[in-house]
């Protein structure tokens, strides 16, 4: 059947029966536009056989689920496509995992850059975890002289890491964070 004012007409009051079911069918406004206008592109390139209310609501109901699907399969498809050529982006535990490692190699530099006697009984308490009588005796001193040498270097690396930027709150909070608070008796922050 060939296109007539009649069902120009009836299609004119039909674009907002139209509108609303795109909308119901893809909650996308958006695409729910793009559909309905397409809905009715194509009932009037192919308009029906019969021209009741009835019948063209069945008809531009069919034409928009249709559409509707295909344009839903056309975005799953396009998704797809776009989340396999993207590149991946690290997920919160491999972050943290690379700023524990960069907090760590800092703290290592810290530590290596400490003048002798100082790195020695740093390392002996914090990496070897020696009580301080351990240490004198290791280092053939005083568990006085290991305290006040492990007080001087505590001191040089919090201003050594108090230079960092942001400063003590940020390296405090990065230490924390990565779970690397030094031991609970110890106060490094």
């Known amino acids: ?7 120009d007409d009836l ?25 309905a206008q397409d809905t009715l592109a ?10 009741d209310r009835a019948g063209l609501r069945a008809f531009l109901r069919t034409i928009a689920r249709r559409l509707a699907h295909a344009a839903l399969r056309r975005r799953t498809e396009r998704e797809q496509r776009e989340r396999l ?10 972050a943290r995992a690379q700023q524990s490692l960069a907090l760590h190699r800092e703290l290592v530099a810290a530590v290596e850059s400490l003048p002798e006697p100082y790195r020695t009984i740093v390392v002996l308490r914090f990496v070897r975890d020696l009580p ?24 040089m ?32 922050v």
């Open 42 to 51: 194509a009932a009037c390139a192919t308009p029906p056989r019969t021209i």
């Open 11 to 35: 299609l004119r009051d039909e674009a907002a029966f139209v509108h609303r079911l795109a909308r119901a069918l893809l909650r996308d406004p958006e695409l729910a536009a793009d559909v």
């Open 132 to 155: 301080p009588r351990a240490i004198a005796r290791e280092c053939a001193v005083t568990s006085e002289v290991v305290r006040q040498r492990l007080h001087r270097g505590l001191a």
């Open 157 to 188: 690396l919090r201003e050594r890491l108090d230079r960092r930027p942001g400063g003590r709150q940020e390296w405090t909070a990065a230490i924390v964070a990565a779970g690397l608070s030094p031991l609970p008796h110890v106060a490094l």
């Open 1 to 7: 059947m060939r296109r007539t004012p009649e069902l």
């Open 85 to 94: 050529v993207a590149k991946p982006e690290a997920s919160d535990a491999e």
